[in-house]
Structures are given as structure tokens and as C-alpha cells.
């Protein structure tokens, strides 16, 4: 029975970059909802919920570029194997 | 950084950004995309996080306005359940002021909250009401009552003094 070791490392690397996308994207959409609370609390006049917001998209935006140096690094690793066969 | 790295996937790192792009094997088509299209994804994050920083500053340089102490009506110039329309702070802050009782006044702004419609007072209904997409205030406190808006209708703050009722402040 072949296991996921057994899979040619084009088919891996795929698979790892494909769920790093899918938390971006979940990232991201929790970035648009953090913006757009934090534009109608500030026209509502409501200041304070602006540095909490700023901090946590912050984070999420230096998650992102984690796994997008993750992909980086994956697809020169996979596509430098292949090349190097 | 690698990732910052030109030509860093095959090959000799010197390779011209160029080849890797536009890479004459077809299998790695799947991870050029898949790779441009993070990109996009985390400069979008990016931009997410550059829209709260520009909220943030514009919070910690917000400054309390100051607002004009400005006569708008006499007492009793108009009836029971009768509205009078009025300009506050600046002429081009369009407010209206409905008496609701015999010494009973309220004052709203007239831009609708969704898209900047006046509002306009239903005697019928006894509410504040947007003839572009139906949202309805109260006339109690201008809270929503009903469609698309969604936050309260900022209230004008009005005094009695002598037989002037005089604006002082823009509440919401």
C-alpha cells in the first residue's frame, strides 16, 4: 500500500504549498473582517478598538509572510531535485 | 533571504528571473502559479495591514472638534409634530429638528447613515425614514430601526435659553 513517503516529491510539495495557501486565505479573510469592524468602530467614533486591530493584523500579515517564505522554500527545494536528477 | 533570492529554484542561482518564470518544463507551470499567487495573497495581507495603520493614525490624531453654540429656533415657531430644517455646525451639514412634545424638541442629522440620503420625518409613523433604501430611525434617539444603516443618526444637542433653542454639540 503506498504511503505518502512514496509519492514523488513534485506531489508533496504541491500538497504542502497548497495548505499554506489555504491559511493564507483564511488569514486574509480575517484581515478583511478586522479592517472593515475597525473602519466602522473609528466612523462610529469608537477609538480605542484601532491599536488592538492594527497589532492583531500586524500579526497575521507576519504569519502570511512566514508561509509564503515556506512556499518559497519549498517550491526551490522540489523544483531543485527535480532539476537535479 | 532565500526567498528574496533571484533564480533560486535549479539550476545555477545566477539564472535571470526570467527562465525560472517562464520554466520550459510544464510540471513547473503548477508551482510558478501557485507561488505568483501567494504573492498576491500576502501583498493583499499586506494592504489589510497598511488600511488598520492608517486607522490607527488617524485615531491617535483625531482631535475633539470644537462646536459653534448657534440659535436655531425660536420657542414654539413650530407646532406639535411639526419639523424645521436647519444647517449645523457648517452650512453644509444639513439637520432637521422635530418638536415631539409642548416642550419636547429633537434634532438629527439629515444624512442617513448608509449612503448619505436625507431623511425625512413620517408624522404617520412617528420615525425618521430614508426614501432611498427604507432604513427608519427612531425619534427617540436615532437609533435604527429597520433597512441597511448601520449606526445611529447623529443627534444635535439643543438648549432652551430665553425663547431660543440654541445647538451646542453633535453627539454620534
Known amino acids: ?85 | 533571504m532565500n526567498w528574496l533570492r533571484r533564480g533560486s529554484s535549479g539550476g545555477t542561482p545566477s539564472e535571470p528571473l526570467w527562465k525560472e518564470e517562464f520554466s520550459v518544463r510544464t510540471a513547473d507551470e503548477r508551482y510558478v502559479t501557485r507561488r505568483q499567487l501567494t504573492k498576491f495573497l500576502v501583498l493583499t495581507s499586506l494592504g489589510m495591514f497598511v488600511g488598520n495603520i492608517w486607522i490607527l493614525i488617524r485615531s491617535l490624531f483625531y482631535k475633539v472638534p470644537v462646536y459653534p453654540q448657534q440659535p436655531v429656533a425660536q420657542l414654539g415657531e413650530i407646532p406639535v409634530g411639526g419639523v424645521k430644517l436647519f444647517s449645523y455646525p457648517t452650512k453644509d451639514d444639513h439637520c432637521i429638528m422635530i418638536r415631539t412634545g409642548k416642550d419636547e424638541y429633537v434634532s438629527y442629522s439629515q444624512k442617513c447613515t448608509h449612503l448619505s440620503c436625507a431623511v425625512y420625518y413620517s408624522q404617520a409613523e412617528n420615525r425618521l425614514e430614508c426614501p432611498c433604501h427604507k432604513g427608519f430611525f427612531s425619534i427617540k434617539d436615532g437609533a435604527v430601526l429597520q433597512g441597511p444603516p448601520s449606526r445611529p443618526l447623529p443627534r444635535i444637542v439643543l438648549e432652551a435659553r430665553g425663547e431660543q433653542l440654541v445647538a451646542i454639540e453633535v453627539k454620534g
Open chain 1, 1 to 85: 500500500m503506498p504511503t505518502s513517503n512514496d509519492r514523488p516529491p513534485q506531489n508533496r510539495g504541491l500538497t504542502a504549498i497548497v495548505g499554506a495557501m489555504s491559511l493564507i486565505t483564511v488569514l486574509l479573510i480575517v484581515q478583511i473582517w478586522l479592517l472593515s469592524a475597525a473602519l466602522e468602530s473609528f466612523l462610529s467614533g469608537n477609538r480605542h478598538s484601532a491599536l488592538p486591530a492594527a497589532i492583531f493584523s500586524g500579526v497575521m500579515f507576519l504569519i502570511c509572510l512566514g508561509l509564503y517564505a515556506f512556499v518559497d522554500r519549498v517550491d526551490s527545494e522540489v523544483r531543485g531535485s527535480e532539476n537535479g536528477r
